[in-house]
């Protein structure tokens, strides 16, 4: 059963269409890869499911209610979190409150200024334990290295999960693998299986096709903005097209 799919969605960029028409679904509780070449439509996908971008037509549904419009404040409503290809975090934050500010649901100044729960700041601790920052829990964002700054991120998108006291149902990654140092992306691949455990639903976009083939219950890959094919990871990756698109051969 499809928790979330598009009908002819619609999204052009100076006469371009990034994405033509498309019509996909995404499985409830199963981890669907989301693959392409470069311009095939991919990160402007996910922007247009999180309400980043506005659609030039068709229409989204989220637990069968569809959606014509998508505001970016309107998007955990509808239990939908995303990591970004380029991080972003609260620079100036302790890596903490990065975490606090999600937990907590408030702006910036109201998350730095009041007192914590106790609650929060026990959940806040069993994230970042789980991606391995808790050491790093009193520095500045800013200061973590590249890769450490991802793991926040994901850290900060793991804080939307109900075992982690929040409502969020499907969780987009980004490339979350890109500059990761091996046992960096160990804790990024554990940390989607468990989503998968909690029976959540996963969207990744990823190059690393041994990845893919690792994690992905379906594979979708677009094309020109259009669904070039749709199944399963090992049947879709045989495809002639899809080897011909993506793989270059």
Sequence with gaps: MSILETKKIVKSFGGVHAVDGLSVGFEKGKITGLIGPNGSGKSTLINLLTGVLPMDGGSVSVSDVDIFKLEPHEVSDYGITRTFQEVRLFEQMKVIDNILVVLTKRNVLSSLFEKHKQFHLERAEEVLKKVGLWEKRNDLAKNLSYGQRKLLEVA????????????????????PFAGLFPEMRKIVIQVIKDLKGEGKTVVLVEHNIDIIRELCDNLIVLDSG?????GAPIEVLSKREVMDAYLGE
Excluded: P
């Design 156 to 175: 900060r998108v793991l804080a939307m999960s109900n075992g982690f006291g929040s409502n969020s149902e499907i969780f987009f990654f980004d490339e």
């Design 226 to 230: 259009q669904l070039l094919a749709i």
